[in-house]
């Protein structure tokens, strides 16, 4: 008899952990100014990257690859910019911080947010410290790294 108190015991906690760590697995990114941009049901660092510019890629949309991750992101529309790609040209839909305006990601059709099958951060924009500078920001571009030092 004892045993089935528990096993009941045990169920009872099982049930009540689903809520709880799916509430603990969302996670606050911020620029580097500290205006929050992006709440995430996923950490960035385990999410895919872009092998051309090393950008985070976030699933807007369901398709056949898999599920859409849930995010909210908090940025400005901004110019689209057409970049140059080696297999060819390639529109870039821009999002800014509403605070300071440093470039934080872009997606590959025209505002709203979530239009495009995914959503791309750029590398090194956004952290999950409050005020802290991420520790890859200087990674992003090459020339700007070596004029600094
Ligand atoms: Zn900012």
């Not at 045993?3 to 620029?31: E, G, H, I």
């Not at 949309?61 to 390639?90: M, S, Y």
């Amino acid at each position: 008899m004892p045993k089935v108190v528990s096993r009941s015991a045990v169920s009872s906690s099982t049930d009540a952990q689903p809520t709880a760590s799916a509430a603990a697995a969302l996670r606050v990114y911020y620029c580097i100014c500290g205006e929050f941009i992006l709440v995430i049901e996923k950490s960035l660092s385990v999410l895919p990257k872009r092998k051309t510019d090393g950008a985070t890629i976030v699933r807007s949309q369901d398709n056949a690859t898999g599920k859409a991750v849930v995010f909210k992101f908090n940025a400005n529309h901004i110019e689209p910019v057409l970049i140059e790609r080696p297999g060819g040209h390639e529109w870039q839909y821009r999002f800014s911080c509403p605070r300071c305006n440093l470039l934080v990601g872009y997606q590959s059709t025209p505002p709203p947010i979530k239009s495009a099958p995914y959503l791309y951060i750029l590398k090194g924009a956004l952290t999950q410290v409050q005020g802290q500078v991420p520790k890859n920001a200087f990674e992003l571009d090459d020339d700007v790294a070596m004029s600094d030092s």
